[in-house]
């Protein structure tokens, strides 16, 4: 059978399930990429995804409700909501019809099920407005087959189809007919193309709406993985060592636990000493009084100061320059950092002898589907691992710690359990972002800067996520020397690039394999690379006597760049004059096909307690899909960057982490968050951006920039302000 011609670079083949109501699935065919086009980690991303990108299902039901089955993660970055408004764009229908489902771990989705580094919305903006598109076609093919009407005579709105005499019907209507008529002569019909509408079309896509999930977060009812109600499963908490990565010799007073009020079991996982009770308050009690004998940790007797010299040791050194030559070095420390999301790592197991079920909010469910039914010995198929959504990441749920260790738990105790990790565990040995040392060198002459040399020391990441499999499957066909970086490398040149026309620029990554529980967090090494990039291009501007505005627009690469930097000086106010102590700081960043600039005014009055008062975002993502939504993600960034520039951090104290809560790891808190915050949002052009990760680094930037002028000092280590000052929970 000979496939009709593509309207786009990606085509889009329909296929029909008989239903009561219209299943749509989409099958792309594949197209010719151009390699050339391959610069960014969201490009490898939807390379490695294409085989099965188009394997999405939505269903038109007999209510008239759209479902559709999402495979990624929601975490709070509002990813329904964006994807509910392709549906009903698509559709023609209020949004409030479209309901979004996250999709069970599905293994033959390979790496199209898996949500990280801004690409979601870029990797779903056209298989889903096309699986849409599909859908509305066969519902006016039905109704054009009801009414002896041409298809192309009918239009659609407000979710039913309509005809020019006036006639109308409702999709619920037309769904069993849709499908049926469909099944029945899918051998004649084809393959069915479906177009989808242009964007200059677009009611909905491209304008502010209020997240679908909103009313049932603020009232409580919004269901998270322990208000999910599983029969017989019981609370379940473990007591973890005293160090990072340290194991189970010996429980010594087993037997006494057993024996506390509630207690149903306990059971030694290679993580610690879990306690399965009736209550999480009787968990809680037993597992804290159990007497263990612990083996050695991964890091013991390593803290901030061992890290840092480590760091400064590895990190590679400059170029020797000729004498004479003009130069800027400088130098800086980047602390530790826990993903800290509001919701602690928890999950549901239900193992039993010849199958699993596991519920877990979780960013890679496949590998998390595929390890869990490695350890149980069960082949994967008898795995089923459902996706809940979560109350945070920020990258934390790339891993599935909990779902892992409930599994275990679950089948050692021979019943159903709801594990819960502590705020303590999360903060303690829970993921975090690597600690970082940073070697920068600017040359210059006459105006111009020469060359840019940024080497980058970082404790390393963990991407045993997903990731690392998706980078080596696309890795083959990456163009240059790429393909053949390992992981880190491969993330780190492809997410990490300056902006500026500096002359011969190079940004080198060192790792240093210390086996701590890292992970990607917001803007993995661009928060940090970039932040310190952006103190330093500061610092060359006063060394060259230019505004730093005025410096930064002069040597951007394109309009589109200078646009934005524009937007945020004229919308901030740039320039204008400050009271002693405060001032105003910018910084820019560009990423994902995405890029932003952010204005901050600080209050740094007192060194020791400084406030960002004001600031100014100004976002070009290429088209934005919500931008209601995309306002929430850069204030997020921003909440992020004046946490961890100002006093978020974590304390490596002797193989642990000294932070065990909100109040001692010190992220913003209300009080904290600037009282005048506007958020510009660029207007639409070409296909969706990465948006995500996009707000930290310019912000981190553009905080310690304005740090540094208020109080007339250069930070060097970061978080500026950072004291332990709080008595740390026991060990």
Known sequence: M????????????????????LAVATAQAPAQAAIADIVDLGDILILAGAPTAHMLVLTVGEDGTATFRLPREEVGQGLTTAVAMLVAEELDMPLGQVRIELEDARPELMFSQFTGSSNSIR????????????ARARLVKAAAQRWGLAAGALATRDGAVHAPDGRSAPYASLTTAAATAAAATAHDLGPLTATPKPESAHTLVGTPASRIDARAMVTGRQRYTLDLDIPGAKPCMVRRPPTVGGTVRAVRNEAAVRAMPGVLGTVVIPTGVAVVAETFGQALN????????????????????????????AAAPLVELPPLTEHLDAEFDFAFVS????????????????????????????????????????????????????????????????????????????????????????????RMRPATHHRLRATYALGKVLTFEHR????????????GEALTAAAAKLPGSIG???????????????????????????????????????????????????IVVDELAARLGRDPVAFRRAFLKSAAQRAVLDKAASEGDWGRPMPAGHAQGIGFHEEYKSRTACLVE???????????VKAVIVADVGRAVNPRGLEAQL?????????????????????????????????ARQRDVPPDVRVFVMPPTGEPGGAGELGVPAAVGAIANAYARATGTRPRRFPVNFDVDFTPFPR
């Open 2 to 21: 000979t496939e009709p011609a593509a309207p786009s670079r990606r085509r889009f083949l329909t296929c029909l399930i008989a239903a009561p109501t």
């Open 123 to 134: 990797s779903l903006y056209d298989p889903v407005r096309h699986t849409a598109a599909a």
């Open 286 to 313: 037993a597992k804290n009084a159990l007497d263990v004998t612990w083996g050695p940790g991964t890091v013991d007797g390593l803290s901030d100061d061992d890290v840092r010299a480590r760091l400064r040791d």
């Open 339 to 430: 993903h800290a999301p509001m919701e602690t790592n928890s999950a549901v197991a239900d193992v039993r002898p010849d199958r699993a079920t596991v519920w877990s909010g979780l960013k890679a469910p496949i590998v998390a589907q595929q390890t869990i039914a490695k350890e149980l010995g069960l082949p994967v198929d008898k795995v089923t691992v459902h996706v809940v959504q979560a109350g945070g990441s920020f990258g934390r749920r790339l891993f599935f710690d909990a779902a892992l260790e409930a599994a275990q738990v679950s089948k050692a105790a021979g019943r159903p359990v709801r594990l819960m990790w502590s705020r303590v565990d999360d903060m303690r040995h829970g």
């Open 456 to 467: 980058v020391a970082a404790v390393e990441t963990d991407f045993r996520h997903g990731l």
């Open 484 to 534: 053949n970086e390992t992981f880190a490398q491969t993330l780190f040149h492809t997410t990490v690039k300056s902006p500026y026309r500096f002359g011969l620029t190079t940004q080198h990554l060192t790792e240093v394999p210390l086996r701590m529980p890292t992970a990607s967090w917001r803007s993995v090494y661009s928060a940090n690379t970039r932040g310190a990039e952006e």
């Open 602 to 612: 600080i209050d740094a009055t007192d060194p020791r307690h400084p406030r960002v």
């Open 635 to 667: 204030l997020g960034g921003l909440t992020d960057a004046i946490s961890t520039t100002l006093r978020a951090g974590l304390h490596l104290d002797k193989g642990l982490p000294l932070e065990g809560s909100y109040s001692q790891f010190h992220y």
